[in-house]
């Protein structure tokens, strides 16, 4: 084994004297293969930044194409409603079809009657029902909770009106009413609540429970006094999420709260709205009830609007923080 390694070496050292290899080979190479794989990895770098820029550019593209419709169709509304917004306009009870005077203010009125009482409706019972999905998390009765929650969201509007309308309006138990379309309104509303009281109720740390337990505090208290106000700030606003989602609702209430051409505050009676305003006035041949359309359009994704706003405030300002 020897021989063959001291015959390799001296006919290294033979091609070095005679000049056939370089002494300085070894190392060259070795440099151009060091450079030549510096500039592969340079190259995959450029390649990966080019990819990066091509996905931000795509993901940019999509919320621009999410962003403008919004823009277009709150710089329509406010083309052609805000014209015609006036003091007479938002305060005279009423306005006839067609008519260029009188005013929507009976339909405002209606549209917060609704709101109002739907709230009172949803509110403790979400509230409740989320606390109980949160402390039940493995339950039986959660699953099938949840489960009914997720179909009762994708449950069409006009067909919640619809089933509301056979349950108290033509079983003649109340009739068409602000109630009754408040009560198809709750529908709507229900699983929003329920579903931000539960993830709100989740993200409260379990030593604030176990501290009121040593203090000797029941349970019921610990979740009215500890529990609830820890997480009022979500609950909060999920409570106005709520409100949004129902506020400009159209279908449930052609079944329910049927309109009303006189001013009402009586819940057991039919009362008009916003959105049935919207879609009758639209639904007129004449071009004076379009703008009416066009007006009322205006005034209730105003009110949406500050409603959002809100929820965003109370959500920055109160945000949980364990």
């Given at each position: 084994m020897w021989r063959v390694k001291s015959g390799v070496k001296r006919l290294f050292n033979s091609t070095l004297h005679t000049g056939a290899v370089k002494p300085r080979t070894h190392s060259t190479l070795i440099k151009g293969f060091f450079m030549k794989n510096n500039l592969l990895q340079i190259k995959k770098v450029r390649i990966e930044k080019i990819k990066n820029m091509l996905f931000t550019f795509i993901v940019?593209?999509?919320?621009i194409s999410i962003i403008v419709p919004l823009f277009l169709i709150i710089f329509m509304i406010i083309k052609n409603?805000?014209?015609?917004?006036?003091?007479?306009?938002?305060?005279?009870?009423?306005?006839?079809?067609?008519?260029?005077?009188?005013?929507?203010?009976?339909?405002?009125?209606?549209?917060?009657?609704?709101?109002i009482t739907t709230t009172i409706l949803t509110t403790p019972l979400g509230m409740m029902v989320g606390i109980y999905l949160?402390?039940?998390?493995?339950?039986?009765?959660?699953?099938?909770?949840?489960?009914?929650?997720?179909?009762?969201q994708g449950v069409p509007s006009i067909v919640i009106g619809l089933i509301v309308n056979i349950w108290l309006v033509q079983s003649k138990i109340i009739g068409y009413s602000a109630f009754v379309g408040a009560v198809a309104l709750s529908f709507m509303m229900l699983p929003v609540i329920i579903k931000n009281t539960e993830e709100t109720i989740k993200l409260i740390?379990?030593?604030?429970?176990?501290?009121?337990?040593?203090?000797?505090?029941p349970y019921?208290?610990?979740?009215?006094?500890?529990?609830?106000?820890?997480?009022?700030?979500?609950?909060?606003?999920?409570?106005?999420?709520?409100?949004?989602?129902?506020?400009?609702?159209?279908?449930?209430?052609?079944?329910?709260?049927?309109?009303?051409?006189f001013f009402s505050t009586n819940l057991?009676?039919?009362?008009?709205?916003?959105?049935?305003?919207?879609?009758?006035?639209?639904?007129?041949?004449?071009?004076?009830?379009?703008?009416?359309?066009?007006?009322?359009s205006f005034i209730l994704v105003s009110i949406i609007?500050?409603?959002?706003?809100?929820?965003?405030?109370?959500?920055?300002?109160?945000?949980?923080?364990?």
């Open positions: 940019f593209l999509f919320s409603g805000i014209s015609i917004i006036d003091f007479d306009f938002i305060f005279k009870p009423k306005r006839l079809l067609g008519a260029t005077t009188g005013g929507i203010g009976k339909d405002i009125i209606g549209t917060f009657i609704l709101i949160s402390e039940n998390q493995k339950s039986r009765l959660s699953f099938l909770i949840q489960w009914s929650i997720d179909i009762l740390p379990e030593t604030y429970k176990e501290a009121s337990f040593a203090l000797g505090v019921y208290r610990t979740i009215l006094m500890v529990i609830i106000p820890a997480g009022l700030s979500g609950i909060t606003t999920g409570i106005l999420l709520g409100i949004s989602r129902i506020a400009g609702e159209t279908a449930p209430l052609l079944f329910t709260a049927y309109g009303n051409n057991f009676k039919p009362i008009n709205s916003l959105p049935q305003i919207i879609y009758n006035y639209s639904m007129d041949s004449s071009p004076n009830s379009h703008i009416t359309a066009w007006g009322a609007l500050i409603i959002n706003i809100i929820s965003k405030v109370v959500v920055r300002r109160w945000k949980i923080k364990f």
